[in-house]
């Protein structure tokens, strides 16, 4: 079935680093992927998506590609704050079914 | 506009009980679910429903029961409460297509002694 590793945290990053999270998917079909975000307390909410090969998506400095050709989706911000401290969700979505596949999350902890 | 929203957000009972977790939704949606997050296992779908008068089961039914009487609400019941549903527990919702990116509640954080 369809499937999303995602890198294992925690990370813990100071403010202004790069920051990478490594998020590859098995599927059977084209699907759609997403990064999703949940701040301390709260629900998840969608951060970025893509819905094609090649496909970038982007949000508040966040940037992922969808590869095809690794089953890949990371993503990327080129320079972290504190307030990116959060736990950050890879999914699928793939046409022809009703669920949303989500990997296990990544904690990102970003420190002044 | 209020979104997606759980009642209550803290719940704590004795192994048996029963309790029922609520949702609605006011961004007419047609699809709802329920996910349960626990440590080191992301997000697990429970139940779902296209649409009212439709649910249907997810990765982990077992232990709980959905109804979809109204577009609105999407009512999550646990029958005999157990210690292994200790989680928090989340509703999201969507308008149709699988594509379309899911609307979250905040949450409900149940403890189960």
């Known amino acids: 079935g369809d499937s999303v590793t995602q890198m294992e945290g925690p990370v813990t990053l100071s403010e202004e680093a790069f920051l990478t999270i490594n998020c590859t998917y098995t599927?059977?079909?084209?699907?759609?992927l997403f990064w999703y975000v949940q701040y301390p307390g709260e629900g998840l909410q969608l951060l970025l998506k893509?819905?094609?090969?090649?496909d970038k998506g982007s949000n508040k400095g966040f940037e992922a590609t969808y590869r095809k050709e690794t089953t890949s989706f990371h993503l990327e911000k080129g320079s972290v704050q504190v307030s990116d401290s959060a736990v950050y969700f890879c999914a699928l979505a793939e046409g022809g079914s009703e669920k949303l596949v989500f990997g296990k999350g990544t904690k990102l902890t970003v420190n002044p | 506009n209020a979104g997606v929203t759980q009642t209550p957000k803290f719940q704590v009972l004795k192994t048996g009980q029963s309790m029922t977790l609520q949702c609605a939704q006011d961004?007419?949606?047609?699809?709802m679910s329920w996910y349960r997050q626990d440590p080191g296992m992301g997000l697990r779908l429970i139940h779902y429903?296209?649409?009212?008068?439709?649910?249907d089961q997810g990765e982990v039914p077992n232990g709980y029961n959905v109804s979809r009487s109204t577009t609105e609400d999407f009512p999550l019941r646990l029958l005999s409460a157990a210690p292994s549903q200790t989680s928090v527990y989340f509703c999201?919702?969507?308008?149709?297509?699988?594509?379309?990116?899911?609307?979250f509640g905040n949450g409900t954080r149940l403890t189960v002694t």
């Open positions: 961004m007419n949606h047609e699809y």
């Open positions: 893509a819905t094609k090969a090649d």
């Open positions: 429903s296209v649409g009212a008068g439709i649910t």
């Open positions: 599927a059977t079909g084209y699907p759609s």
């Open positions: 999201a919702s969507r308008t149709t297509g699988i594509r379309t990116p899911l609307h």
